[in-house]
Each structure stands twice: as structure tokens, then as C-alpha cells.
């Protein structure tokens, strides 16, 4: 059974997954902004996405360019979890996941790492 949560409430624990980013990493990440939204509209069972161009990948004609995305899913998580405790988990894998994707790190090395 999806987990009943407030938007606020879910918010907040996005805010407590980007806590858990190293002071470092968190001051490297660079033109990208992080958004909550309900579902992917192409993929509703998506839990995040990175939108954007990797700082690894960033070449000098990167400037002036728009922001980065990385998206939250907030109702495809709620699905997904049977406790408030699950969300707070979901959340913090799928934030860190996305952000990983910001520095250029694939899914494959996620998953060896066990941030699948």
C-alpha cells in the first residue's frame, strides 16, 4: 500500500537528502537546480531524473547555458513505500542517484556501489 505523505513533508525530506551530499561535493555541483514533481509524464513509475549536461561532459561553449534539472518524483515514490521510514530511504537513494548523474557517474557504477 503508497505511503500517505504531505507535499511539505516530502519536500522536507529532499531537504534532508541533499544534507547527506559531502560540504565538497555539494559546493562543486554547478548550475543545477533540483525540482519535486508528482510523475514523469513518459515513465509515471520513474522515481528521478538528471536532465542536463554532466560536469564531466561540460565543455568552454557550456556558458550561459540554462540549469541542469534533476527531478524528484514525489507520487511514484509514495508508491513505491510502505512506510514513512521507506520514503525517507527512497528519497535519499533517488536524490543521491540523480546527483551522481550531475558529476557524470553512469547507472551501471551506481549500481556497483549501491546506489542503484
Not at 2 to 17: H, I
Not at 90 to 111: M, Y
Amino acid at each position: 500500500m503508497a505511503v500517505t505523505m504531505t507535499d511539505r513533508r516530502f519536500d522536507e525530506l529532499v531537504g534532508e537528502a541533499l544534507d547527506l551530499i559531502p560540504p565538497r561535493l555539494a559546493e562543486a555541483m554547478d548550475n543545477v537546480v533540483i525540482l519535486v514533481e508528482d510523475r514523469n509524464a513518459e515513465d509515471p513509475t520513474l522515481l528521478g531524473l538528471y536532465h542536463g549536461i554532466a560536469l564531466t561532459e561540460r565543455t568552454s561553449h557550456y556558458g550561459f547555458a540554462l540549469p541542469d534539472q534533476i527531478f524528484i518524483y514525489r507520487r511514484a515514490i509514495l508508491d513505491i513505500c510502505h512506510t514513512e521510514d521507506d520514503v525517507v530511504d527512497e528519497v535519499a537513494v533517488t536524490v543521491v542517484h540523480e546527483i551522481a548523474h550531475h558529476f557524470g557517474i553512469d547507472d551501471d557504477t551506481l549500481h556497483d556501489l549501491g546506489w542503484g
